[in-house]
C-alpha cells in the first residue's frame, strides 16, 4: 500500500499541546483494526523507544485466578510463532543496547522497551507480535508460575506492599478493588487444579478475550519521520486482531458505609509509625482542567510557616507529611494524608487527627483562593514547558497511560496543567475530606497484642475499630490552639526564564577557579536551553569519618538541613531555575555557618536517625550481601551497628561542640553549571568561601595537604577466594542471596571497555538461566549494560538527556578524583580497536572459573529457609578467610 493511501487512511488530525521547548513533532493516528497510536520524531535522539497499553490490569482476573493478568504479562515475554526461540525477544534487545519490562496495574497492562535507533525496526517486530501471535508453551508456563510466586514472595516482607493490600482488604468483597493482584503458586497453580482448572488454557482465554486492538494504545518514539514511522507502524501492528471488545467497566464504590468512619491499626514490618487518613472521593479525572485534588494536595501537604506539617514538625510529633489523590480509576478514587510519626506523635493521636481536620475546616472557612490557584497553576504552567527531556522509554510510557484517559489534545499534559478556577468544583471536594467519610490506618509496632485479624495474603496483623465523626469533632474542640493559616506567596517561584549567552562553548567542565579553600569546575549549557542550574558543593570534612560517633554526630547534623552526608563530610545540592537559584543557595549556606543545636529538634532527628539503622535488618537478603560487599572492600566504612550502639549516648551538647570542630579544618569542591555566566558562578563560590574562612567570625580553616583524602578499595590477593557468610538480619525471611564480585582493575580505559563488553555479553544469558530456566530467583543481575561492540559504542555516544543527568556523570569524576571528563569518547576510541582475540584473552585471565590470579569474593546471606547450610558453609568461610589481609588500590 503506497504511504500516502496509508496517510488517508490512519490519520487523524488533531492539535497536540506540547512544552514551548519541545522540537520533537507528534501525530496521531488510527490504523484499521482501530489501534490508536501517537508518533513522536526526535532526530536528536540516540535512542529508540515503544510502549503498549492494553485497557485491562488485575480489576480483570476471573475469580479464583489471582494474578492472571499479572502472569500473562510474564508470559508474552517468552516467545511468539514468529520468533520461537524462547527469550529471543530480551536477548535481541539486551544485545544491541536497550532495556525492556512491563507493569500490571488495576485497569492497564504496559509493555515497553528501547534500544539503539539502527535496530528499531526489527525490534518492534518482535514486539509487535505479543499482541499478534505469542507462543505460551505449557513448559513455560508452570516456569513463570514460579517466578511470580518468586517475586510475591519478596514483596511479602514490604510494608508498602503489606499495607497497600490491608487496605485493598478492607473493602467490598464484591469489588474488583478488593482483590489479591500479584499471584503466587496458590492461586496460578495449587486452587486452579484442585477445581478441575488449566491455568495455560485459561491464560489464552483470557488473551484472547481481552487483548484487542481497539483496546490498545501505542507509543512510538523514533529518530525517523513521521511518515517513514506511520508506514512501519502499519506494517507491523496491523495484524493485531481486533475483536471490538468493549472496555472493562467497574462501577459503583470499594467503601460501602462500614468501611468509612473506621480506624484500622496495624503492625508494620519497620521500626516506626505512620498515620494515612484515606477518603473515598469523586475521581479528579472528570475535572482535570480545574485541578480540585492538585489544589487541596498543594495546600494540605504544604512544609511553610502556619502549615499543618509546619506545627506537628515544630511540636515535635512528625517527620514528614504528604498529601494527594492515588488509586484513581474514572470510577473511584481516594484523596490521603499520609504523617510519618515520632514517638512523641504516636502518643498525640487524638490531636494530631483534630489538627488535620482543623485545617481542612480552615481550608472550608477560607474559601477557594484565587491567588493560591493562580500561583499553583504558574508553577505547573514553567514545569510543564521548562521540563527536563526524558529518557525515551520512560516518556512513551507516561504517554501511554495517558492516552486511555485524555483527550488527543492532551496527551502529553494529562492533568499536570491545572488552568480553570472553578470555586464549586473545589468546594465539593473539601466537602468529601469529612470525618464521616474517612477511614483511618494507623502502623506500629508498639500495637503489639492489640490486635486481633491478619490480612490472609500478605499475613498483616491488625484490628477495626469505629470512629464516628462525631468523636472527631469532640477532639477538634479540645485540641490544642496553634495557628494554623494558609501559606504566604512563594518567594522562589521564578520570573525571569531568559537563556544566557555564554561566548566560550565548553564541552567539558573547566577548572575555573583554585584556591586554598576551594576549586571551581564549571560547565555551562551547550546542550539544553533551558532557564535552569545545577550547584554541588562538597564539604570535605576529615574529622567526620573519623569514628562512628563523629559519622553519627554528622548524620544528625546534616538531616537537621536537609543536605546529603558523605563518608567524609557533607554536600549542598541546589537544582532548578536559575532566576531564584542563588537566593536559595545562599539561605542554605548561611544555616549552615549559623547552625544553632535545638535539644527538640535534636531529638526527633536521633529518633529518625536510629530508626533507620534499626530497619537494615528488614532490607532485603540482596542487599543485605551488597552492604556486607561495601563494608569489606570500601575503605573508611562503619558497621551499621556500631553506629546504632553509640547513637543512645549522644546527646545535643555532643553536638554544640562536635559542629565547630567537624568545621574547623574543610576543602570546597564545588561544579556549577547550566544557565549561568562565569563570574556568577564565581560570585557563588566567593560568597561560600567569604562566609566560612574570611569573615571576622569565620569558623574554618584551609586543610592541610595530607588531609586531602581519597577514595580507596581493598585490593584482594590474587589467586585466592574470598567468602563471607551471614545469617538474614530478619529471621522471618526465607530468602537468600549470593554476590560473586570479581576484582579486574583499577581505572583504565582499554580493561573498562572489556569488562563492559563481557558483562553485556553475559547479562541476559545469566538472566535467563538462573531465573527462567534454574527458577532460583526473582532479582537476578549481573551488572553493567552494554553489549556487542556497535550497541556498546552507541551507549557510550548517548546524549544526555537533561542538565541532571550530564551533572551527575561530571560530577562523579569529580568525586572519584578521576576528571577524565572526555572518559566516554576515550572508551569509544578503545573498543574500535578491540578484537575478539583481547575479550577472550581478558576473559581468561580475569573472569573464568578456576584461573589462578582470579581476584573474587563470594558474600552469601542465609535465610531462614536456609538456615541449616550456614553452619557448615561458615566453617569453611572462616577457613578460607584466614589468611586474608587488607591492601588499597
Known amino acids: 500500500m503506497a504511504l500516502g493511501t496509508v496517510a488517508e487512511e490512519v490519520e487523524v488530525e488533531v492539535e497536540i499541546i506540547k512544552p514551548r521547548n519541545d522540537k520533537r513533532e507528534y501525530r496521531r493516528i488510527v490504523l484499521q483494526n482501530n489501534l490508536q497510536v501517537l508518533l513522536i520524531s526526535d532526530p536528536e535522539t540516540d535512542k529508540c523507544a515503544a510502549s503498549m497499553d492494553v485497557r485491562v490490569g488485575s480489576f ?114 464484591d469489588h474488583p478493588y478488593h482483590k489479591f493482584s500479584t499471584g503466587n503458586w496458590d492461586t496460578l497453580e495449587v486452587r486452579p487444579k484442585a477445581r478441575g482448572l488449566d491455568t495455560r488454557q485459561e491464560l489464552l482465554q483470557f488473551y484472547d478475550n481481552n487483548y484487542s486492538a481497539n483496546l490498545m494504545h501505542l507509543v512510538i518514539y523514533a529518530k525517523d519521520s513521521l511518515d517513514i514511522s506511520q508506514s512501519l507502524v502499519q506494517k507491523k501492528f496491523q495484524e493485531i486482531h481486533n475483536a471490538n471488545q468493549s472496555c472493562a467497566s467497574f462501577i459503583g464504590q470499594p467503601c460501602t458505609s462500614e468501611h468509612l468512619q473506621i480506624l484500622v491499626k496495624a503492625i508494620p514490618i519497620k521500626q516506626g509509625h505512620k498515620l494515612r487518613f484515606i477518603w473515598p472521593i469523586t475521581p479528579g479525572i472528570q475535572h482535570y482542567k480545574e485541578g480540585a485534588s492538585k489544589y487541596l494536595g498543594h495546600l494540605i501537604g504544604h512544609e511553610g510557616e502556619g502549615s499543618l506539617f509546619y506545627v506537628l514538625k515544630k511540636l515535635g510529633w512528625a517527620t514528614s507529611l504528604s498529601a494527594g489523590e492515588s488509586d484513581w480509576t474514572y470510577e473511584f478514587s481516594f484523596f490521603k494524608v499520609v504523617i510519618d510519626l515520632t514517638d512523641a506523635g504516636q502518643e498525640h493521636f487524638k490531636d494530631i487527627v483534630a489538627l488535620l481536620f482543623k485545617y481542612v475546616d480552615l481550608l472550608q472557612q477560607s474559601g477557594p483562593c484565587e491567588w493560591i490557584f493562580n500561583e499553583l497553576s504558574a508553577i505547573c504552567e514553567t514545569a510543564f514547558h521548562y521540563q527536563d527531556k526524558k529518557h525515551p522509554m520512560n516518556y512513551v510510557v507516561n504517554v501511554a497511560r495517558n492516552m486511555q484517559f485524555y483527550p488527543p489534545k492532551d496527551w502529553l499534559v494529562g492533568s499536570s496543567l491545572p488552568s480553570k478556577f472553578t470555586p464549586g468544583i473545589i468546594e465539593t471536594a473539601l466537602k468529601e475530606l469529612t470525618p464521616y467519610n474517612v477511614r483511618i490506618f494507623w502502623e506500629s509496632t508498639k500495637f503489639g497484642e492489640l490486635t486481633d485479624l491478619t490480612e490472609p495474603w500478605y499475613g498483616t496483623a491488625y484490628s477495626v475499630e469505629k470512629l464516628t465523626g462525631s468523636t472527631i469533632e469532640q477532639w477538634m474542640e479540645r485540641a490544642l490552639n496553634e495557628h494554623l493559616h494558609l501559606p504566604a506567596s512563594n518567594v522562589f517561584i521564578p520570573t525571569d526564564l531568559s537563556l544566557k549567552n555564554v561566548s566560550e562553548q565548553m564541552t567539558l567542565p573547566q577548572l575555573l577557579r583554585k584556591s586554598p579553600y576551594s576549586r571551581l569546575w564549571y560547565k555551562p549549557d551547550t ?132 559542629y565547630p570542630l567537624m568545621l574547623s579544618r574543610t576543602f570546597l569542591e564545588c561544579y556549577v553549571a547550566g544557565n549561568v555566566e562565569p563570574d556568577e558562578a564565581e560570585s557563588m563560590i566567593q560568597h561560600i568561601e567569604d562566609t566560612f574562612f574570611k569573615s571576622p567570625c569565620s569558623i574554618s580553616q584551609t586543610l592541610f595537604a595530607s588531609q586531602h583524602l581519597t577514595k580507596r578499595v581493598v585490593n584482594l590477593e590474587r589467586g585466592i577466594n574470598y567468602f563471607y557468610s551471614a545469617e538474614g538480619l530478619n529471621p522471618s525471611d526465607e530468602n537468600s542471596a549470593l ?3 570479581i576484582q579486574v582493575h583499577q581505572d583504565d580505559f582499554k580493561l573498562n571497555v572489556k569488562l563492559q563488553l563481557f558483562a553485556q555479553i553475559a547479562k541476559q544469558p545469566a538472566f535467563h538461566q538462573l531465573r527462567s530456566v534454574e527458577q532460583l530467583g526473582y532479582i537476578t543481575k549481573l551488572t553493567q549494560r552494554w553489549s556487542n561492540v556497535t550497541a556498546l559504542i552507541d551507549m557510550k555516544l548517548e546524549k544526555h538527556k537533561n542538565l541532571r543527568e550530564e551533572s551527575g556523570f561530571y560530577w562523579n569524576e569529580i568525586s572519584d578524583g578521576t576528571l577524565k571528563f572526555d572518559r566516554r569518547e576515550c572508551e569509544v576510541a578503545e573498543l574500535k580497536q578491540l578484537t575478539q582475540k583481547e575479550l577472550i584473552d581478558f576473559f581468561d585471565e580475569y573472569i573464568k572459573v578456576g584461573i589462578p590470579q582470579k581476584k573474587g569474593l563470594s558474600v552469601r546471606v542465609y535465610g531462614s529457609a536456609h538456615s541449616s547450610e550456614y553452619k557448615s558453609d561458615n566453617s569453611e568461610t572462616a577457613e578460607s578467610n584466614r589468611r586474608s589481609h587488607r591492601r588499597y588500590f
Open 60 to 173: 480483570s482476573d476471573p475469580d479464583g485466578l489471582e494474578g492472571l493478568a499479572h502472569f500473562l504479562e510474564h508470559m508474552l515475554f517468552y516467545a511468539s510463532e514468529k520468533y520461537p526461540l524462547e527469550d529471543g525477544y530480551s536477548k535481541y534487545i539486551t544485545e544491541h543496547g536497550g532495556s525492556r519490562s512491563a507493569f500490571t496495574s488495576s485497569e492497564h497492562t504496559n509493555y515497553y522497551f528501547d534500544i539503539n535507533p539502527d535496530c528499531f525496526e526489527e525490534a518492534l517486530d518482535r514486539f509487535a507480535q505479543f499482541f499478534i501471535k505469542p507462543l505460551m508453551s505449557a513448559d513455560a508456563t508452570t516456569r513463570e508460575i514460579k517466578a511470580v510466586d518468586s517475586e510475591n514472595q519478596k514483596n511479602l516482607l514490604s510494608d508498602a506492599w503489606r499495607m497497600n493490600q490491608l487496605q485493598k482488604h478492607i473493602s467490598a468483597k
Open 527 to 658: 546542550a539544553f536551553s533551558t532557564p535552569k542550574a545545577y550547584v554541588k558543593i562538597d564539604f570535605s570534612c576529615p574529622f567526620t569519618g573519623s569514628s562512628p560517633e563523629s559519622l553519627m554526630m554528622h548524620r544528625v547534623a546534616g538531616l537537621y538541613f536537609g543536605v546529603n552526608n558523605t563518608d567524609y563530610g557533607f554536600q549542598v545540592t541546589v537544582l532548578g531555575y536559575n532566576h531564584k537559584l542563588k537566593i536559595l543557595l545562599k539561605t542554605v549556606i548561611e544555616r549552615i555557618a549559623s547552625f544553632e543545636v535545638k535539644p527538640d529538634r535534636f531529638s526527633v532527628i536521633k529518633e529518625l536517625v536510629t530508626k533507620k539503622y534499626q530497619n537494615l535488618k528488614f532490607q532485603q537478603p540482596h542487599e543485605q550481601a551488597m552492604y556486607y560487599c561495601t563494608l569489606i572492600l570500601q575503605d573508611q566504612t562503619w558497621p551499621w551497628y556500631d553506629k546504632l550502639e553509640v547513637l543512645p549516648y549522644l546527646e545535643a551538647d555532643n553536638l554544640v561542640k562536635f
Open 739 to 741: 554476590i560473586h564480585y
